[in-house]
Structures are given as structure tokens and as C-alpha cells.
């Protein structure tokens, strides 16, 4: 198993959405999913026929059992055959299905209505969220014209700073046309939130600051080096800065899955908001989206071997999306690629992980469909192994070395603790105590006690950027199909690492 499967999100490319409403199906959780999805990345994106809206703006809501729309009644159908009855497990001991959809917010929730309603309270904490998230799905295929996904803004005037504040100062001085509803809001938060991540995280004007407190003293050194490539020198403009070839900026991007198959459009934001900057930008990981080509296409190879000229050694597709970006997809566990990648400056590379779990328990060899393995709920007594440990041990002991920046997101407080804890060997959040919303169900084994010091990545690294909110996190729930009282969202928190620099001094005693 890769770092990668241990994503806790994972998508499914979108079957039946409109050309720009980029809605992969997410399930929580790797171990629910058995082996990489094909993507739809860089698929030449064919012209819709004229839309004919199906659903009606006030007519969203549908159980999803009865949607009009097929991967909603799938989704509906899977709900049904994967997870179980909350009341029935936590008062009766017994694992039936839920086959009773909850009439507020058409989510399979129960075994019956009567167990609906004995746990109509407790699920009243998650039904406004799930009602939420249905709506959201089916205006996104609902077939209306999707306005907000259209005339995004291209390039920003080198005159016109950009407010990296939250999503809102953003599309203002972006120029995004009017999003006029939180529903949009939160369709282009859930598109865009892994490009202007990477985008706050990495501009100057971006909203993590010594000032405030987000970027520590050794993370002025890392920021510093990269903002001497990103923007202009202080003072600088347009017409005075020289012009000469800039070096390529690399963004690696470690178990890449939904992230790799966005339209690269999506992605060329960030050649827009920095106008100056050449990037590539590397996926890497087993879930990597790579195009789907036909069996007869002369492009399609079978053999991946390593050669110095074109080969990765491992399935691998290069976009040239525009002259100043470029996106690589290697599928293929990242230790396995990185000295291809070499040799690396922290002046120009720079590495993101989107949600990779660190602190989350390591899951030996997913089960392809837990459906059918009933007796492996709630059988964890010991303290896991979690995944900093296993499989994202040996990427982050190699990436330290590189002295090169490392961003990690979170999905959520809860989450993005445990990651921080895994690596400091602290102790992981006490999630058991302030439960009246938990963010998992107590069968779901999560470390109790300090992760043990991993070797060669305990006490290797600096904090450079510290552990906290990220203001263009997804605004979207994702539903865990397992279990629909669990949600998340990507990419709520942020973080930042790098490898311990050890200063040689000498002369001193
Ligand atoms: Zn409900």
C-alpha cells in the first residue's frame, strides 16, 4: 500500500455531470475503496449539447433512493450495503442495514422508520448537512447552466494585488464573476480549493503571515527563498524587471487523486496569480489520474520501463497545458520516483499533500468491500500503527532531506491534530470526551496514545508554517458512504513542514 491509499477521501470520476461541474463521488476512508479509479484527467472535454435542465432550482431535493439522477440512486444503493444502523448497533447490538430513508434529508439513515425515530435527536445533528449535500448534488446535474463555472478570470493585472483573506476578498479581486448564491460558493470552493490552496499558501501576499502568527521564524527562511522566485523583486514592476528566463517552479504533489483529474484549466490559476512564474506541477501516487486512451491509441503503452530519454519507469502522462505550465501524473508510490525527481532546491520545489492521514490508523491491505466483513467493526484493542508510520514513513523521511517546503491539509480540527500529534509523537486529541458531536463513530479504532518516534522523520523537521485554519478549504461536506453521520471537508486545515537543517559550526568546544 502507498502513502496514497490512505487518502481518506477518495473520488470517482463524475459520471453524469455537466462538462464544467467537476463532482467526483467521494467516499471517506481507503479502506472502503479497492484499487484506483480511472480519471478523467486531461480528457479532451467534448462540446454538451444545449442543456435541458431536468430539475427545476426549487425541485432539488430527492431521496436519493428515488433521484432521477443514476449515481445518486447508486450512491443511495452502496449507502445501503455498506453501512449500518446506528440506533440498531448502539442499543440493540445488531448490524442491519440502513433500508429507511430519513424524509429530511433523503439519506439512508435507519433500519426502520421506528428506529428513525428513536434516533431521530442524535441524527438531527447531521441531517441539516446531509439535506445540504443533497440539494448540492443534484443542482450540480440538475442540467441548469452552470454561470459560476464560467468566465473564470485568466490573468491578474500585475497592478491589481490580490486578497487572499478568504474566498469572498478572493473572488472579488479576482474579478469572479457574480457568485451569487452559497451553493455556488460552495461548488467552486470544492473545484478550486486544492489550486488556491497551493496559491496561499505560496504568495506573498497569501494569507499565512508572521504577523499573524502562521509562518514561524524558520518558516520565513523556506518562504523567503520561494518569494524570490515567485514575484518580483520589492519595488519591481512589470516594466523595470528583467526580462529573463525564470526557473521552473515544481509543485509535487504527493498521493495526488481528485486534485490530479481537475480540468487543468482549474489548475492554471496559478500561472494567472503569478504572473511572472513558470510551474510544473508533478502528481504522484497510485491514484494519480492519468487520460483513459482508447486500446488502439499509438500513445497507449503497456510497458512503463525506466529509461534516461522518456521513461518514469511507472505509468506517466506530461500536459504541456499553456508555456508557462506544465502537469506531469506518475502513478506510482512516491519513493519510487524520487530520485528521478532530483536533485532538489528549496529556491524552487516545493512539495503539497492534500488530507494524507498521517495520524490516521494505518489500513493493512484495504478490504476491498467491508459489506461482507462484518466482524471487522470495532475489533481494534491495541493501540494501530498509524500511517505516518507505515506508509508515509519512508516519502517523508526522503522529502525532509530535500530541505524543500511540505504542505499538509486536513479535513477537519480533529484531523489535522492527530496528523500534527503523529509526527511530534504527542498526544494524539482526545476525541472521546467532548462527544456530543464526534467526528467518528467509537468502532473507527483512532490512536489513543502518543505514535512512537518514527525514524527519521521524529525531530528531523522544522514547523514552518503552523497548524491552523485554511481560509479556501472546500466549503462542501463529503459524506462518508460508510457511515453518513461522518463528514468532512477537504482541505480545512493547513500546515507546513521542512527538514531540519543541521548548522556545522566550528571552532567551539
Ligand atoms: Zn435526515
Given at each position: 500500500?502507498?502513502?496514497?491509499?490512505?487518502?481518506?477521501?477518495?473520488?470517482v470520476?463524475?459520471?453524469?455531470v455537466?462538462?464544467?461541474?467537476?463532482?467526483?463521488?467521494?467516499?471517506l476512508?481507503?479502506?472502503?475503496?479497492?484499487?484506483?479509479?480511472?480519471?478523467?484527467?486531461?480528457?479532451?472535454?467534448?462540446?454538451?449539447p444545449?442543456?435541458?435542465?431536468?430539475?427545476?432550482?426549487?425541485?432539488?431535493?430527492?431521496?436519493?433512493?428515488?433521484?432521477?439522477?443514476?449515481?445518486?440512486r447508486?450512491?443511495?444503493e452502496?449507502i445501503?450495503?455498506?453501512?449500518?444502523?446506528?440506533?440498531?448497533?448502539?442499543?440493540?447490538?445488531?448490524?442491519?442495514?440502513?433500508?429507511f430513508?430519513?424524509?429530511d434529508?433523503?439519506?439512508?439513515?435507519?433500519?426502520?422508520?421506528?428506529?428513525?425515530?428513536?434516533?431521530?435527536?442524535?441524527?438531527?445533528?447531521?441531517?441539516?448537512?446531509?439535506?445540504?449535500?443533497?440539494?448540492?448534488?443534484?443542482?450540480?446535474?440538475?442540467?441548469?447552466?452552470?454561470?459560476?463555472?464560467?468566465?473564470?478570470p485568466?490573468?491578474?493585472?500585475?497592478?491589481?494585488a490580490?486578497?487572499?483573506?478568504?474566498?469572498?476578498?478572493?473572488?472579488?479581486?479576482?474579478?469572479?464573476?457574480?457568485?451569487?448564491?452559497?451553493?455556488?460558493?460552495?461548488?467552486i470552493?470544492?473545484?478550486?480549493?486544492?489550486?488556491?490552496?497551493?496559491?496561499?499558501?505560496?504568495?506573498?501576499n497569501?494569507?499565512?503571515?508572521?504577523?499573524?502568527?502562521?509562518?514561524?521564524?524558520?518558516?520565513?527562511?523556506?518562504?523567503?527563498?520561494?518569494?524570490?522566485?515567485?514575484?518580483?523583486?520589492?519595488?519591481?514592476?512589470?516594466?523595470?524587471?528583467?526580462?529573463?528566463?525564470?526557473?521552473?517552479?515544481?509543485?509535487?504533489?504527493?498521493?495526488?487523486?481528485?486534485?490530479?483529474?481537475?480540468?487543468?484549466?482549474?489548475?492554471?490559476q496559478l500561472?494567472?496569480?503569478?504572473?511572472?512564474?513558470?510551474?510544473?506541477?508533478?502528481?504522484?501516487?497510485?491514484?494519480?489520474?492519468?487520460?483513459?486512451?482508447?486500446?488502439?491509441?499509438?500513445?497507449?503503452?503497456?510497458?512503463?520501463?525506466?529509461?534516461?530519454?522518456?521513461?518514469?519507469?511507472?505509468?506517466?502522462?506530461?500536459?504541456?497545458v499553456?508555456?508557462?505550465?506544465?502537469?506531469?501524473?506518475?502513478?506510482?508510490?512516491?519513493?519510487?520516483?524520487?530520485?528521478?525527481?532530483?536533485?532538489?532546491?528549496?529556491?524552487?520545489?516545493?512539495?503539497?499533500?492534500?488530507?494524507?492521514?498521517?495520524?490516521?490508523?494505518?489500513?493493512?491491505?484495504?478490504k476491498t468491500a467491508?459489506?461482507?466483513?462484518?466482524?471487522?467493526?470495532?475489533e481494534?484493542?491495541?493501540?494501530?500503527?498509524?500511517?505516518?508510520?507505515?506508509?508515509?514513513?519512508?516519502?517523508?523521511?526522503?522529502?525532509?532531506?530535500?530541505?524543500?517546503?511540505?504542505?499538509f491539509?486536513?479535513?477537519?480540527?480533529?484531523?489535522?491534530?492527530?496528523?500534527?500529534?503523529?509526527?511530534?509523537?504527542?498526544?494524539?486529541?482526545?476525541?472521546?470526551?467532548?462527544?456530543?458531536?464526534?467526528?467518528?463513530?467509537?468502532?473507527?479504532?483512532?490512536?489513543?496514545?502518543?505514535?512512537?518516534?518514527?525514524?527519521?522523520?521524529?525531530?528531523?523537521?522544522?514547523?514552518?508554517?503552523?497548524?491552523?485554519?485554511?481560509?479556501?478549504?472546500?466549503?462542501?461536506?463529503?459524506?462518508?458512504?460508510?457511515?453518513?453521520?461522518?463528514?468532512?471537508?477537504?482541505?480545512?486545515g493547513?500546515?507546513?513542514?521542512?527538514?531540519?537543517?543541521?548548522?556545522?559550526?566550528?571552532?567551539?568546544?
Open positions: 500500500m502507498s502513502s496514497i491509499s490512505t487518502r481518506l477521501i477518495s473520488s470520476g463524475p459520471s453524469r455537466s462538462r464544467h461541474s467537476y463532482s467526483p463521488r467521494r467516499s476512508f481507503g479502506l472502503f475503496k479497492a484499487r484506483p479509479n480511472k480519471s478523467l484527467a486531461f480528457q479532451p472535454q467534448p462540446e454538451p444545449a442543456p435541458v435542465p431536468t430539475l427545476s432550482p426549487d425541485d432539488l431535493f430527492h431521496p436519493l433512493a428515488q433521484s432521477p439522477f443514476a449515481d445518486l447508486e450512491r443511495a452502496r445501503r450495503t455498506v453501512s449500518i444502523c446506528p440506533v440498531s448497533i448502539e442499543k440493540y447490538n445488531e448490524r442491519v442495514r440502513p433500508l430513508d430519513c424524509p434529508c433523503g439519506w439512508p439513515t435507519h433500519r426502520s422508520e421506528e428506529r428513525w425515530r428513536e434516533g431521530k435527536e442524535e441524527h438531527q445533528q447531521v441531517c441539516g448537512r446531509l439535506r445540504e449535500t443533497n440539494e448540492d448534488d443534484h443542482d450540480l446535474r440538475s442540467g441548469r447552466r452552470m454561470v459560476e463555472f464560467e468566465n473564470m485568466r490573468e491578474q493585472p500585475f497592478d491589481q490580490i486578497s487572499f483573506a478568504n474566498w469572498d476578498t478572493l473572488f472579488f479581486t479576482r474579478n469572479f464573476p457574480a457568485i451569487d448564491s452559497d451553493r455556488s460558493v460552495r461548488h470552493s470544492k473545484v478550486l480549493t486544492y489550486p488556491m490552496t497551493v496559491a496561499a499558501a505560496l504568495h506573498q497569501g494569507p499565512f503571515t508572521t504577523r499573524n502568527g502562521r509562518v514561524t521564524r524558520e518558516g520565513r527562511r523556506s518562504m523567503a527563498a520561494l518569494h524570490s522566485i515567485l514575484h518580483l523583486p520589492p519595488g519591481g514592476n512589470e516594466s523595470t524587471a528583467p526580462y529573463t528566463p525564470q526557473p521552473v517552479v515544481r509543485i509535487i504533489i504527493m498521493g495526488a487523486r481528485a486534485e490530479s483529474t481537475l480540468p487543468p484549466i482549474h489548475w492554471q500561472t494567472w496569480m503569478f504572473p511572472r512564474s513558470l510551474f510544473h506541477i508533478y502528481f504522484v501516487g497510485p491514484e494519480a489520474g492519468l487520460p483513459m486512451l482508447a486500446a488502439n491509441d499509438p500513445r497507449r503503452k503497456t510497458n512503463y520501463e525506466f529509461s534516461e530519454r522518456d521513461g518514469w519507469g511507472c505509468p506517466a502522462h506530461t500536459l504541456h499553456s508555456n508557462r505550465l506544465s502537469i506531469t501524473s506518475l502513478r506510482a508510490h512516491y519513493e519510487e520516483v524520487h530520485s528521478q525527481l532530483g536533485p532538489f532546491d528549496p529556491y524552487t520545489d516545493v512539495f503539497f499533500s492534500f488530507s494524507p492521514g498521517l495520524g490516521f490508523p494505518h489500513q493493512p491491505g484495504r467491508v459489506s461482507t466483513e462484518e466482524d471487522h467493526w470495532g481494534v484493542t491495541t493501540q494501530p500503527l498509524v500511517q505516518a508510520q507505515t506508509t508515509w514513513r519512508l516519502t517523508l523521511s526522503k522529502i525532509l532531506q530535500t530541505k524543500c517546503p511540505i504542505f491539509t486536513a479535513f477537519s480540527p480533529l484531523d489535522l491534530q492527530r496528523d500534527v500529534s503523529a509526527l511530534y509523537g504527542t498526544n494524539p486529541p482526545s476525541f472521546r470526551h467532548n462527544s456530543k458531536e464526534r467526528e467518528f463513530p467509537d468502532y473507527v479504532g483512532l490512536p489513543t496514545a502518543p505514535v512512537e518516534h518514527i525514524e527519521g522523520v521524529t525531530d528531523e523537521f522544522e514547523l514552518i508554517i503552523t497548524p491552523g485554519k485554511n481560509e479556501f478549504g472546500s466549503l462542501k461536506w463529503d459524506i462518508a458512504e460508510w457511515d453518513v453521520r461522518v463528514a468532512v471537508k477537504a482541505n480545512w493547513l500546515w507546513g513542514i521542512r527538514g531540519k537543517k543541521y548548522e556545522v559550526v566550528e571552532g567551539e568546544d
